[in-house]
């Protein structure tokens, strides 16, 4: 009988601490849930409320996608690159070398920004070689087309081109840019509900600050356009009589002796021609100044030579110490006979 009693004490007292359990567990996942739920609603509220003030980080746009989506796509299709090339180029016929350019490059929708050109024949009737030199902008996506057509109308002796990646500073303006325009837009706001004369002078100082620096902002991002949209392209335009040949480095002793023989001769011609272009140049020039020296040296010579015939007559000859008379003539021979 006792066992039955403890026995059922024993189930009982297991069936209240179950129920307990239970009871307790409900109690303290209820209040948990609500307050988790309520934390998560608070901290989704603050960082909406951080990306509506904050003025520092740009906002996304309309059907852009968010920060940190398919970035790595957006770079490397979307790149603002600024092109900068140089051409040296050398043409035997440089008029007509120098009108091609000109046309080509306004045929591919780009212009000349500055233009020189120098040489002796310009400014004297002798000839000498002339340079031009040429900064023209390109469009970005034709400047090797214009490249190719440049080399096709003259002897290409160098070309260089640089790229610039300025996409970094780009976005940074333009982020710079929508914040700044976003302030513009709290700072009429506010002045519209502004009733103080000082509040009212405050915000105007302000906002012609914001203004300004948003003027900035646009002339740099219009100037980072025109620079990216059109690529500079520098030209150097020389005429020459023959055109420079590359040549391999000689590998063989004889290519060396051979190469430098035909160097020496090339050398001896090139002396040669330019003796005598400048014999037939200067030579009726030098035909006046030796006619000219001739005939000084020719008065010279001749009042030299009457001046000593003029003081031989005039000093006889000395016999002992003394001067002798002048001789007499002789009698003709009619009186002596």
Not at 2 to 25: Q, T, W
Not at 308 to 313: D, F, H, S, V, Y
């Amino acid at each position: 009988m006792k066992k039955r009693i403890l026995a059922a004490c024993g189930v009982l007292l297991a069936v209240l601490l179950v129920l307990a359990g239970c009871g307790s567990r409900a109690a303290n996942d209820s209040p948990c849930d609500a307050g988790y739920g309520s934390y998560n609603q608070k901290s989704e509220s603050y960082k909406a409320s951080e990306t509506l003030f904050d003025t520092e980080s740009p906002m996304p746009s309309p059907g852009e996608p968010a920060a940190g989506e398919n970035s790595s796509a957006a770079l490397t299709t979307d790149r603002k690159l600024i092109q900068t090339a140089w051409m040296e180029l050398e043409s035997r016929d440089y008029p007509n070398a120098l009108a091609g350019l000109e046309k080509m490059i306004t045929e591919q929708g780009g212009y000349i920004e500055s233009r020189s050109e120098q040489g002796g024949s310009l400014y004297s009737t002798r000839y000498n070689a002339r340079y031009a030199g040429i900064t023209a902008r390109i469009p970005a996506e034709k400047l090797e087309t214009v490249m190719g057509s440049a080399g096709e109308l003259c002897n290409v002796v160098s070309r260089s081109t640089d790229v610039a990646d300025v996409t970094e500073s780009y976005t940074d303006t333009e982020a710079r840019l929508k914040t700044l325009r976003l302030q513009e837009e709290r700072l009429l706001e506010i002045l519209s509900k502004a009733t103080q004369l000082t509040d009212v002078l405050e915000l105007e100082s302000r906002l012609s600050d914001v203004r300004y620096q948003i003027e900035s902002y646009e002339a740099t991002l219009r100037n980072l356009d025109s620079r990216i949209s059109y690529s500079t392209l520098h030209i150097t335009l020389q005429e020459v009589v023959e055109y420079s040949i590359i040549n391999s480095p000689p590998q063989t002793l004889g290519q060396r002796l051979s190469d430098g023989f035909k160097d020496s001769m090339r050398m001896v011609k090139n002396s040669a021609e330019s003796v005598l272009v400048w014999l037939v140049t200067f030579l009726p020039l030098v035909l006046l100044w030796a006619a000219v020296i001739a005939v000084v040296v020719w008065l010279v010579c001749r009042l030299v030579r009457r001046r000593r015939q003029a003081g031989k007559r005039q000093a006889p000859p000395s016999v002992g110490g003394q001067p002798q008379p002048p001789a007499e003539p002789a009698e003709t021979g009619g009186e002596n006979g």
